[in-house]
């Protein structure tokens, strides 16, 4: 069984900025992709951000040049840097692992996905 677990979600002005951090643990063999996804109300889910094992990274339309994913590989550990953040980045965020590789930007490709963490904009 494997677990992903959120953290780092909070309040945020705007133009500020916020880190998410994920950490995957449990019995596995190897996890290839991780990454984010978000959802806000009354809103479909969408990618954030997700990087593969060997470096491939993708990120969400609406988060390039805004955000950065890094991976720390030998701990399946992943951290979402948000800057510039603004309202429509309000959202459920949601961490994910798949065994499968190429970082894909399908939902469905993604076995794993954590509890998730809200990161709201105040004005």
């Known amino acids: 069984q494997v677990q992903v677990v959120e953290s780092g979600g909070g309040l945020v002005q705007a133009g500020g900025s916020l880190i998410l951090s994920c950490a995957a643990s449990?019995?596995?063999?190897?996890?290839?992709?991780i990454g984010w996804y978000r959802q806000a109300p009354g809103k479909e889910r969408e990618l954030v951000a997700t990087?593969?094992?060997?470096?491939?990274?993708k990120y969400g339309d609406s988060v390039k040049g805004r955000f950065t994913i890094s991976r720390a590989n030998a701990k399946d550990t992943v951290h979402l840097q948000m800057n510039s953040l603004k309202a429509a980045d309000t959202a459920i965020y949601y961490c994910?692992?798949?065994?499968?590789?190429?970082?894909?930007?399908?939902?469905?490709?993604?076995?794993?996905w954590g509890q998730g963490t809200q990161v709201s904009y105040v004005s």
């Open positions: 990087i593969s094992s060997s470096g491939t990274i």
């Open positions: 449990g019995s596995y063999y190897r996890l290839d992709s």
């Open positions: 994910v692992a798949s065994t499968r590789s190429g970082a894909s930007r399908s939902a469905e490709e993604y076995d794993y």
